[in-house]
Structure formats: structure tokens, C-alpha cells
């Protein structure tokens, strides 16, 4: 090998890692930016946001759907390790009222997240694959609720999805309403599909 060629790899090292960089600041500026606005803002919100030129994220991302579905495939990622983790408690109904619990609170401050959510317009293979393995983990939550006994029965997994649209429903009533307001019919709906006597569910709004 040359000296020339011996010295290619090294000063291609610096390029590579200002790239990478430069991703990892262009999908941090689009959950920050998707989660505030929603899917309605633009590559160009993002690039502002992130102090970069709006060609260094084309370059990265091609369009708004790319980048869209790069953030949302981490941020369900990340709520699929959460409902992985509850496999591991020995409750199994308070380990499936927690994840929903904070996978909905992450939710609540994150307008992008729960457009996706909502809608489900995004069909890239990452979100499919992310998509599947929280009901997969949400699955097996239930059926370890259900041995346990502490899942009312008739409730099966299909149900999860319906309860956190419900949720999502409350997060976006008209009029001004405490922000926590969702958390009260969240512990009403978990008191109604436990099989034993959990606490009755907060009064109040907050």
C-alpha cells in the first residue's frame, strides 16, 4: 500500500464524524421541532432550528417524510423498550398501567408523536417494525395480567390501542383544561378493567 493510500482512511475519519454529527444534530432539532408544531413544520423550520443550512439536511434527509420517519421510528423505539422493560416486574397490570401511563405522558408533549400516532400516516418499514414490537410487548403484558388474574375478563390486547385513542381524545378537548386532565380517565379506565379492587381513581381534574 502506498503512502497515499495509507493516509486516505484518516482523513476520511474527521468527514465521516462531522456527518454524523451533523445527523444526530439534524434529528435532535426534528424531534424538538415535530414536537412542538407537529408534522405541518418543515425542513426548513428543522434546519433553523438546528443552526445548519437547509442543504446540509436535504443532503441528509431528502424530504420531510425521511426525517419524519427517522425521529418516529426512535421515538417508538424507545416506547417499545418501555413496554419490553414491564416484562420484567412481577405485577403485570401495574407494570401495563405504567407503560401506558408514561408512553401517553410523552404523548401529551409531543404533537408530532401523537399525529402518528393518531393517524398512523406513516407507513415506512422502520415504523412497521416499530409499531409491531410494542404491540408485541403490550401483548404479552396482557396475557401475563390475564395468568395473573388481575385483568378483567373479556379484555383482550386489541383493546390497548382503542384505551390510548381515548386517552389521546381527552389530551385535545376544547377549552381551557388542566393538562393532567387525561390522567384522571386513564386511572378510570384502568379501575374499570382490573379483575380485583385497585384504588378508586382520583377525584378532581388535576
Same mark, same amino acid.
Given at each position: 500500500?502506498?503512502?497515499?493510500?495509507?493516509?486516505?482512511?484518516?482523513?476520511?475519519?474527521?468527514?465521516?464524524?462531522?456527518?454524523?454529527?451533523?445527523?444526530?444534530?439534524?434529528?435532535?432539532?426534528?424531534?424538538?421541532?415535530?414536537?412542538?408544531?407537529?408534522l405541518q413544520a418543515t425542513?426548513?423550520?428543522?434546519? @433553523? @432550528?438546528?443552526?445548519?443550512?437547509?442543504?446540509?439536511?436535504?443532503?441528509?434527509?431528502?424530504?420531510? +417524510?425521511?426525517?419524519?420517519?427517522?425521529?418516529?421510528?426512535?421515538?417508538l423505539d424507545e416506547i417499545?423498550?418501555?413496554?419490553?422493560?414491564?416484562?420484567?416486574?412481577?405485577? %403485570?397490570?401495574?407494570?401495563?398501567?405504567?407503560?401506558?401511563?408514561?408512553?401517553?405522558?410523552?404523548?401529551? @408533549?409531543?404533537?408530532?408523536?401523537?399525529?402518528?400516532?393518531?393517524?398512523?400516516?406513516?407507513?415506512?418499514?422502520?415504523?412497521?417494525?416499530?409499531?409491531?414490537?410494542?404491540?408485541?410487548?403490550?401483548?404479552?403484558?396482557?396475557?401475563?395480567?390475564?395468568? +395473573?388474574?388481575?385483568?378483567?375478563?373479556?379484555?383482550?390486547?386489541?383493546?390497548?390501542? !382503542?384505551? %390510548?385513542?381515548?386517552?389521546?381524545?381527552?389530551?385535545?378537548?376544547?377549552?381551557?383544561?388542566? !393538562?393532567?386532565?387525561?390522567?384522571?380517565?386513564?386511572?378510570?379506565?384502568?379501575?374499570?378493567?382490573?379483575?380485583?379492587? $385497585?384504588? $378508586? $381513581? %382520583?377525584?378532581?381534574?388535576?
Open positions: 500500500m502506498s503512502k497515499r493510500e495509507d493516509r486516505a482512511p484518516a482523513a476520511a475519519r474527521p468527514l465521516r464524524r462531522d456527518a454524523e454529527l451533523n445527523r444526530r444534530r439534524i434529528l435532535r432539532a426534528g424531534r424538538e421541532v415535530f414536537a412542538e408544531r407537529g425542513l426548513n423550520d428543522v434546519a @433553523h @432550528h438546528a443552526g445548519l443550512g437547509v442543504g446540509t439536511v436535504y443532503r441528509k434527509f431528502p424530504d420531510k +417524510q425521511a426525517l419524519a420517519e427517522a425521529v418516529f421510528v426512535e421515538e417499545a423498550g418501555m413496554a419490553r422493560a414491564g416484562l420484567d416486574e412481577g405485577d %403485570a397490570f401495574a407494570a401495563l398501567a405504567r407503560f401506558l401511563e408514561d408512553a401517553l405522558a410523552r404523548a401529551a @408533549h409531543n404533537r408530532g408523536l401523537r399525529e402518528v400516532m393518531r393517524r398512523g400516516g406513516m407507513d415506512g418499514d422502520g415504523l412497521a417494525r416499530a409499531r409491531q414490537e410494542i404491540e408485541r410487548h403490550c401483548t404479552d403484558l396482557v396475557a401475563k395480567a390475564r395468568a +395473573q388474574g388481575t385483568l378483567r375478563a373479556g379484555i383482550t390486547e386489541a383493546d390497548i390501542a !382503542p384505551i %390510548a385513542a381515548m386517552i389521546d381524545a381527552v389530551m385535545t378537548l376544547p377549552g381551557d383544561r388542566p !393538562p393532567g386532565l387525561w390522567r384522571r380517565y386513564l386511572e378510570i379506565i384502568l379501575y374499570g378493567i382490573h379483575a380485583g379492587t $385497585p384504588p $378508586p $381513581p %382520583a377525584e378532581g381534574d388535576a
